[in-house]
Structures are given as C-alpha cells and as structure tokens.
C-alpha cells in the first residue's frame, strides 16, 4: 500500500493518553480467537452506528471457523461488526508472524464501503479461518491493494466508529504496537484526495477533519469532541464493563469518557 505521508489513522486516534489504556508492546498471539457471547458482540458492532441507524442495519458476527456470517439482515443499508484482525494489520513493512487475540473494534460501513471497505475485512477473516499462515495472508492482501483488486469506494460516503471501545494498531505503518482507545470517530471516503487538499492539520488535531491512508483507499476523519465522546462511553457503560470482566486489554481508564 502507499506509504502514508500524514500520521496514519489509529495513530490519529492515540492524541490523549487519558483516552488509551495498556499500551503493549508485547505480543498476544495465541492463534486463536475466542468468540464473545452473541448478544454482546452484537451490540458492541453496532455500538459503531449513530442511534438513528442501529435498528434497520444489518450486523454480523464472527464464526472464528469460517468468518464473518450474517446476524441480522437490515434494510438501511448500512453494514457493522467487530473486527478481530483488521485491515491495518496488513498495513506496513512489519512482520505479520502470528495472528493476535485481543485485537477488538467495532466498525461500520454504508452500501458503498460495504461493497468496497468491508470485503477485505471479510476476506481476511476467511482466510485466517482456514489457518492460512498470518505472514502470507498479509502479503496477500497487500498485493490485491497494489494491483488494484480491491477497488475504492464507487461514490462518497461514511463509515461510523462511534464505538466508546477500540483496540487495534496506533501506528500499523511503522509497528505493531498495540493499544486500547476511546475515541468516537467519523470516517468519510477520499480516494485520491491529499490531506493539503482540505488543510488537514499535521498531527491531526481535534476537532479539524484530516485526511489519512493517502491514495484510493483514503478517508477523511473527524472525530467527536469531550461531550460526544462522554456520552457515549455512559450509554454503553454496562457493555465496557462486561467487556473489561472478558478480557483486563479491554478495560479504559476511569477518564476515558473525556479527550
């Protein structure tokens, strides 16, 4: 993929240390996801959407024998789940050598990045399934982006990840380090537009739109601000701390409901 010339997404997202929790550079790689309880992962997806669209969109779960497979069908057009080896992971020069376990965040795509975006989630979910190793899986990825087999979106449109809960790469670009967030976000598809072109700041800053992933696959982020991102996290407080009883990676810091 094309080498980024902005601070990378996840990277963006790390601008409060109140808002990240067990920053690890050790690895978690077991190889093998556990599945969360159904009513929880559900929820946790659609924890991504804004209110308005949570009742009509269609959510799946992950089958960690098979992949992503249909939960509910909506009628909205817009598509959510939970990603556990997500498509930053194919990001960067880094060797990809074991899959991770504790890899968690809820994302969501409209018609257009679901015909787009989301097929390389559901494709690399596939292919770990099938117990392909994590190196080639992220060779193989990277050579359908430089060979355009995955195409950018057909129009411009939006992913939400209003989710009070992410845990994947801060900066997938250069390592794989790995942290918890909280940081509600809005990502709109720019393919093809720099992060000059809308004088995006660098670093990215709140509450300015920036533009990241520079190329076909770019989106242009905005991020929710201190009273957005505090009402979220007390919406879904009983989920985060199921979620935290799970898994201790997956617990935020008391404060995290502010940037």
């Given at each position: 993929?094309?080498?980024?010339?902005?601070?990378?997404?996840?990277?963006?997202?790390?601008?409060?240390?109140?808002?990240s929790?067990?920053?690890?550079?050790?690895s978690?790689t077991?190889?093998?996801?556990?599945?969360?309880?159904?009513?929880?992962?559900?929820?946790?997806?659609?924890s991504?959407?804004?209110?308005?669209l949570?009742?009509?969109?269609t959510?799946?779960?992950?089958?960690?024998g098979?992949g992503?497979?249909l939960?509910?069908?909506?009628?909205?057009g817009f598509h959510?789940?939970?990603?556990?080896?997500?498509?930053d992971?194919?990001r960067?020069?880094?060797r990809?050598?074991?899959?991770?376990?504790?890899?968690?965040?809820?994302v969501?795509?409209?018609?257009?990045?679901a015909?787009?975006?989301?097929?390389?989630?559901?494709?690399?979910?596939?292919?770990?399934?099938?117990?392909?190793?994590?190196?080639?899986?992220?060779?193989?990825?990277?050579?359908?982006y430089?060979?355009g087999?995955?195409?950018?979106?057909?129009?411009a449109?939006?992913?939400?990840?209003?989710?009070?809960?992410?845990?994947?790469?801060?900066?997938?670009?250069?390592?794989d380090?790995?942290?918890?967030?909280?940081?509600?976000?809005?990502?709109h598809?720019a393919p093809?537009v720099s992060?000059k072109d809308?004088?995006?700041?660098?670093p990215?800053l709140v509450?300015y739109?920036?533009?990241?992933i520079?190329?076909p696959?770019?989106?242009?982020?905005q991020?929710f601000?201190k009273?957005?991102?505090?009402?979220?996290?007390?919406?879904?407080?009983?989920?985060?701390?199921?979620l935290?009883?799970?898994?201790a990676?997956w617990?935020?810091?008391?404060?995290?409901g502010?940037?």
């Amino acid at each position: 993929m094309r080498k980024l010339r902005i601070i990378p997404l996840m990277a963006a997202l790390l601008f409060s240390v109140s808002a990240s929790a067990q920053d690890t550079q050790g690895s978690r790689t077991t190889g093998k996801i556990e599945p969360l309880p159904r009513d929880l992962e559900m929820q946790l997806a659609l924890s991504a959407l804004p209110p308005h669209l949570r009742d009509d969109a269609t959510v799946y779960v992950l089958n960690p024998g098979t992949g992503f497979e249909l939960a509910r069908e909506g009628n909205n057009g817009f598509h959510t789940f939970v990603a556990r080896t997500g498509e930053d992971t194919m990001r960067g020069s880094w060797r990809f050598a074991e899959y991770r376990d504790d890899i968690l965040y809820p994302v969501s795509f409209d018609a257009a990045g679901a015909k787009a975006h989301m097929r390389v989630f559901f494709d690399i979910a596939t292919m770990q399934a099938k117990g392909m190793p994590a190196a080639e899986l992220k060779e193989i990825i990277q050579q359908r982006y430089r060979t355009g087999y995955y195409k950018p979106p057909e129009r411009a449109g939006v992913s939400y990840m209003l989710s009070p809960i992410l845990r994947t790469y801060d900066n997938p670009e250069e390592s794989d380090r790995v942290a918890t967030t909280n940081n509600p976000h809005v990502m709109h598809y720019a393919p093809n537009v720099s992060n000059k072109d809308v004088g995006g700041p660098k670093p990215a800053l709140v509450p300015y739109p920036f533009v990241t992933i520079e190329g076909p696959h770019g989106f242009m982020i905005q991020h929710f601000g201190k009273l957005e991102t505090a009402a979220i996290t007390q919406e879904y407080r009983e989920m985060l701390a199921r979620l935290c009883k799970i898994e201790a990676l997956w617990c935020l810091p008391a404060e995290s409901g502010s940037h």
